[in-house]
């Protein structure tokens, strides 16, 4: 596996990229905007595909590279269902697992620190965002912070992980690079309670500054998503409304491109092919299904995804590959939903 921990010196945040081997996909955790050029760089010199970004909670202390390394990679954008954020690509929740080739990690939800926040399971370690630090936690005082849903979190799940996962946090302020769960159990400060009460009232007496970029972070975290309007613009989106007069119409091909436990947990426009996003390149050059039912049989592709980002970048790949005909649901299965279209699962 290819492993590598990256920091922010600015804002002490760790981003961590991941991929099973030289050539093949990879993803990356807790991207800091300031240093995209310095990941790309990375992910350039391993022989890497970027296919997955993902933020383990909305950020309060940096801006987030989501966003930008969606823009410049056409990467799958990844947060919690809880998120605050307008749009991601993929939203994930409790027990979802989160793979790309060769890679799964299990999705907990681990909210106190944000009421957003996730960590993320291999089988010898856990990336644990802001929820458990080393030798510390996070802060419980905004962004719907909680102590009690923290010390749950905590006590509840991560602490119930073998005591030799590695932990991997979000942050770190004095140098420390992985602990253990084991060790966090041992010497850990913050977990040195006898009661929920007791952390609760740890937390609530910490009387901690604000962070000194949350008023400009937090705003601009929340507003990530692409920008579908210029889509549209263009003449390459239909609404919901729209999509559902055509769908079932012969010279129609409805393409999905979410990920199969995606499928399963929202349902599926009926008759629709699947093609997940990440297979999309090879699938719209010559030979590739997609081009092949573009222009052998002229049909007409109609790209749909959970809230239109994945579908909004297909739509252009598509056009630039060729693919005329190309349009994609905006809002996606989202808007679907919202205009009564039918599902099956």
């Known amino acids: 596996?290819?492993?590598?921990?990256?920091?922010?010196?600015?804002?002490?945040?760790?981003?961590?990229?991941?991929?099973?081997?030289?050539?093949?996909?990879?993803?990356?955790?807790?991207?800091?905007?300031?240093?995209?050029?310095?990941?790309?760089?990375?992910?350039?010199?391993?022989?890497?595909?970027?296919?997955?970004?993902?933020?383990?909670?909305?950020?309060?202390?940096?801006?987030?590279?989501?966003?930008?390394?969606?823009?410049?990679?056409?990467?799958?954008?990844?947060?919690?269902?809880?998120?605050?954020?307008?749009?991601?690509?993929?939203?994930?929740?409790?027990?979802?697992?989160?793979?790309?080739?060769?890679?799964?990690?299990?999705?907990?939800?681990?909210?106190?620190?944000?009421?957003?926040?996730?960590?993320?399971?291999?089988?010898?370690?856990?990336?644990?965002?802001?929820?458990?630090?080393?030798?510390?936690?996070?802060?419980?005082?905004?962004?719907?912070?909680?102590?009690?849903?923290?010390?749950?979190?905590?006590?509840?799940?991560?602490?119930?992980?073998?005591?030799?996962?590695?932990?991997?946090?979000?942050?770190?302020?004095?140098?420390?690079?992985?602990?253990?769960?084991?060790?966090?159990k041992a010497f850990n400060p913050r977990l040195q309670v006898r009661s929920v009460e007791e952390y609760v009232d740890l937390m609530k007496s910490l009387n901690l500054p604000n962070p000194k970029m949350m008023d400009v972070a937090v705003p601009a975290n929340m507003k990530v998503g692409l920008a579908q309007e210029e889509i549209a613009r263009r003449g390459w989106s239909v609404t919901a409304q729209e999509a559902r007069s055509v769908v079932g119409q012969a010279d129609v091909a409805l393409i999905d491109l979410r990920e199969p436990s995606e499928r399963k947990r929202h349902g599926i426009i009926p008759g629709s092919l699947h093609v997940p996003y990440p297979t999309l390149q090879e699938n719209i050059r010559p030979g590739g299904i997609l081009y092949e039912l573009g222009k052998s049989t002229n049909k007409k592709l109609l790209f749909y995804c959970a809230f239109g980002e994945r579908s909004a970048m297909a739509v252009q790949a598509a056009q630039d590959a060729g693919l005329t005909a190309a349009r994609h649901i905006e809002g996606g299965i989202a808007s679907w939903k919202k205009a009564g279209g039918p599902l099956v699962r």
């Open 1 to 184: 596996m290819i492993f590598r921990q990256l920091f922010d010196q600015v804002s002490g945040t760790y981003t961590y990229l991941l991929a099973s081997r030289a050539g093949g996909e990879a993803l990356i955790i807790d991207p800091v905007l300031e240093k995209v050029d310095r990941y790309l760089q990375l992910v350039k010199e391993l022989d890497l595909k970027l296919v997955k970004a993902i933020d383990t909670h909305l950020h309060a202390d940096h801006i987030t590279g989501l966003g930008a390394l969606r823009d410049r990679t056409r990467c799958t954008t990844v947060m919690g269902e809880q998120s605050k954020t307008d749009v991601v690509s993929m939203r994930i929740g409790e027990g979802d697992k989160l793979t790309i080739e060769g890679i799964a990690l299990d999705v907990i939800y681990t909210p106190g620190h944000t009421d957003d926040s996730y960590s993320f399971v291999m089988a010898d370690r856990v990336f644990t965002g802001d929820t458990l630090l080393i030798r510390g936690t996070g802060r419980t005082d905004f962004q719907h912070g909680n102590p009690r849903a923290e010390y749950e979190s905590i006590f509840g799940r991560l602490l119930k992980l073998p005591d030799a996962t590695l932990v991997y946090p979000a942050h770190d302020y004095k140098g420390d690079t992985v602990s253990t769960i084991g060790e966090e």
